[in-house]
């Protein structure tokens, strides 16, 4: 890696003119010994120190030797470590031995930045370019959730594939994560766990992000299932779609103030809402019927008045939704089950929907197989290729008009994700409640890359930076 970098750095090579400022023959000559630029990741924060910009001059001090921002960087500041938000243009070649004075990215989705400088030694001026390089924001950390049979758990991840069972209790002196968790999801500074539970008491568990500690408690859910962010606002999912007959029963989506952690809002939706997805300030929230398995509606809803402006029917019971790159919405449908049989149960109306946004038009096309899990269909890096499960893994590009034949993996899994910066495939495999989990790990050309060992029942990975 090291060399890579080296070969990266030799060939940043910045423009450099001298100008003389003084008719004083007895003042040396200041000299630009090196100027190497810098290569980080996406929104990292990295010191320029006297090893990748420094001046020698052999009649004058670091402390006297000034350089002037002429021309600032676009894509971030250069700021003193003193304070990363506060943008300087004044520093010295004593500060850049120091490693005082750093450059902070501003997570824009760029390449490359720059910023021009003059350098002088009180008598003499140099100017220059020092060059930037950024590359793509890097995962740290992986976290598998685990609904387990009577606890739930967490797994951590590393960047070295380093293991952590039990994280969240590890983490937190051993406090259980609590029954059933369903799904998990990152806003910002924290982390946000939906705690289903047997009780009907169920909540959301709200952790750092950066340490997985606890921090606070959302409580007052009788069957929370997701959780999905718009406006400075969360939305939790709520609602099992049966009464005590099981028959239908609508349900709903609690907004929640994440100022104050607390519930402020009911949104009357369809029955057994499950995913939530955000497209063109509008919330997509799949109806899947809960144990009722009654429903084939996706209520969207306006994140701006918190008002249902639209139902949209799609193929019966959907569970799990992506949006592509033209922000159109792809629903998983799991069918309607007919029980009239039983022990044969056959299944209907499985497929997947697609919701063209800006019409609400819906072309759905059937499936005939479905394997048993949670989530079931993701999206690539680029948003252009939908994966889906079924009686294996199939890839569609979005602009296809028929579903795929040719299997992507030949193997069906409980859960499904896509890691947003390499586009590989973490895929779930359940093993039943008194035998660990695995997640597979496969790149997006469909090859095998490693196998992890985690908690019981392991349904979706959770990717932070």
Not at 9 to 37: F, K, Q, R, T, Y
Not at 121 to 132: C, E, P, Q, R
Not at 141 to 148: I, W
Request: contains cysteine.
């Amino acid at each position: 890696m090291k060399k890579v970098l080296n070969l990266v750095l030799g060939l940043l090579i910045a423009s450099v003119s001298l100008v003389s400022c003084s008719d004083d023959d007895d003042n040396a000559m200041p000299n630009l010994s090196v100027n190497n630029g810098i290569v980080l990741e996406n929104s990292a924060t990295v010191t320029i120190s006297g090893l990748e910009l420094n001046v020698v001059d052999a009649d004058t001090d670091d402390i006297d030797i000034v350089y002037t921002v002429t021309t600032a960087p676009e894509n971030g500041i250069l700021a003193n470590t003193a304070d990363l938000t506060t943008s300087v243009d004044l520093f010295t070649q004593a500060d850049l031995v120091a490693s005082k004075i750093v450059y902070v990215h501003n997570g824009s989705q760029t390449l490359t930045d720059e910023f021009s400088f003059t350098v002088t030694d009180g008598d003499n001026l140099l100017t220059g370019i020092f060059n930037i390089s950024i590359g793509e924001k890097q995962i740290s950390y992986f976290y598998v959730l685990n609904e387990g049979s009577s606890n739930g758990s967490v797994t951590m991840i590393n960047r070295n594939d380093e293991v952590t069972n039990n994280y969240f209790s590890s983490v937190n002196s051993g406090v259980t994560l609590g029954q059933f968790p369903q799904s998990m999801a990152i806003n910002d500074e924290y982390a946000y766990i939906v705690v289903t539970t047997g009780s009907g008491a169920g909540y959301v568990e709200v952790v750092t992000a950066s340490d997985f500690k606890h921090y606070a408690t959302i409580s007052g859910f009788s069957y929370p299932r997701e959780i999905a962010f718009a406006n400075g606002k969360a939305y939790v999912s709520n609602g099992n779609g049966a009464d005590a007959n099981y028959s239908k029963q609508n349900n709903e989506v609690y907004v929640i103030d994440l100022k104050t952690m607390t519930k402020t809002k009911e949104i009357a939706v369809g029955a057994g809402p499950e995913k939530m997805i955000v497209s063109g300030g509008k919330l997509y929230v799949a109806n899947s019927g809960g144990w009722s398995n009654d429903d084939n509606t996706v209520s969207v809803i306006d994140v701006d008045t918190d008002e249902v402006i639209e139902t949209i029917t799609v193929k019966y019971c959907p569970k799990d939704m992506v949006v592509d790159v033209n922000g159109d919405v792809w629903a998983y449908c799991g069918g309607k089950p007919d029980y009239s049989n039983y022990p044969d149960v056959t299944i209907s109306n499985i497929g997947i929907s697609k919701i063209t946004t800006s019409s609400n038009e819906v072309i759905s096309y059937e499936l005939t197989d479905i394997s048993s899990g949670t989530k079931m269909i993701a999206i690539n890096k680029a948003k252009d290729v939908v994966y889906f499960i079924s009686d294996a893994v199939y890839a569609m590009n979005i602009d296809d008009t028929a579903l795929p034949t040719a299997k992507f993996i030949d193997a069906t899994f409980y859960g499904m994700d896509v890691n947003p910066v390499n586009g590989n495939l973490w895929l779930s495999e359940s093993n039943g409640a008194t035998t660990a989990g695995k997640v597979h790990v496969y790149s997006s050309q469909g090859d095998k890359i490693k196998d992890v060992i985690v908690g019981n029942f392991p349904n979706s990975t959770m990717f932070s930076y």
